[in-house]
């Protein structure tokens, strides 16, 4: 069952004071202090890791098991690199638990004077629905997008970075710190493998944000003359169609390399990867997946 191996209660600790002799145990207080989730830190059983060899250039990536987190095959799954528009996995996380799909939220001049990628077509002083606003962030990969969600879940942009920092550091996120809500800044928006494993099985436990990273496209109704809007995902594993992909997100700057965290289903079995700096996705990831498959094929 997801969620299985997510963070546990707070460790606590006794702060009564001894001189106070009562028949009860002092009150105690829960500590602060962020407890690491063993998901995407657990090698999985011998029988069930993969020995692969990738022939092209990879910085840092995973293989692990969506439902219970354990780890395939890694490589460097600790190491803090930069990693774009991965980025918007946490913020589209903070933006559905601050607000609601339903909302109407006000596209502002610094929502549509964005750089990078964007959905292009945002309406200046118009309202438009966070459900659009949610896919145009992650399927086309929205900078512009990202701006507009950020200002209206967190009052600024840099109120919603506030709040991503936080939501890493209460999942003990180690390697995780974000300075952008797009991941357009390299500088200081940095995470790993295994941090991003976590988040994005997070992802895939929201129903509405499942949804949305394991569809190809979308047509949604938008305030712009033709009435709709039309967008398609960028994920080099939906594009190509490969068997039971059902997310997650893709990034890339120069500084980060091409990045991915994809996810497929074959029967019971359920597998993602994180490739970092990767010199091939679409090879890198069908070669992880399809071996580990091929290790669990007894779960089909």
Not at 72 to 100: G, N
Not at 156 to 165: A, S
Request: aromatic fraction near 4%; hydrophobic fraction near 45%; include cysteine.
């Amino acid at each position: 069952m997801l969620g299985a191996v997510l963070l546990g209660l707070m460790a606590a600790r006794a702060t009564g004071p001894t001189r106070i002799v009562v028949p009860h145990p002092p009150k105690r207080a829960v500590s602060t202090a962020p407890v690491r989730s063993p998901y995407g830190t657990v090698p999985a059983p011998a029988a069930e890791r993969v020995n692969i060899r990738l022939r092209r250039g990879l910085r840092s990536g995973m293989l692990f098991d969506v439902s219970t987190g354990q780890v395939l095959w890694e490589r460097d799954p600790m190491r803090v690199l930069p990693i774009a528009s991965l980025t918007k996995m946490m913020t589209a996380l903070v933006v559905l638990a601050r607000s609601r799909p339903s909302d109407r939220v006000l596209i502002t001049r610094a929502a549509v004077h964005f750089t990078g990628s964007g959905v292009g077509l945002l309406p200046v002083h118009k309202h438009v629905s966070e459900l659009a606003l949610l896919y145009g962030l992650l399927l086309p990969s929205g900078n512009d997008a990202a701006i507009a969600l950020a200002q209206h879940a967190g009052g600024t942009q840099q109120g919603l970075i506030r709040m991503m920092n936080a939501r890493a550091h209460e999942l003990g996120l180690s390697c995780t710190h974000f300075t952008t809500v797009s991941g357009i800044v390299d500088q200081g928006n940095h995470s790993c493998a295994a941090d991003l494993a976590l988040i994005a099985h997070l992802v895939l436990e929201q129903p509405l944000l499942a949804r949305i990273v394991a569809s190809p496209s979308a047509v949604l109704p938008f305030p712009i003359k033709a009435r709709k809007l039309y967008l398609y995902n960028n994920n080099p594993l939906l594009i190509m169609r490969y068997p039971g992909t059902d997310g997650v997100k893709t990034g890339y700057t120069v500084a980060s390399g091409p990045c991915l965290v994809a996810t497929a289903r074959r029967g019971k079995a359920w597998l993602g990867v994180v490739l970092l700096h990767s010199a091939d996705t679409i090879d890198q990831a069908e070669r992880l997946l399809g071996a580990g498959f091929a290790k669990l094929k007894g779960r089909a």
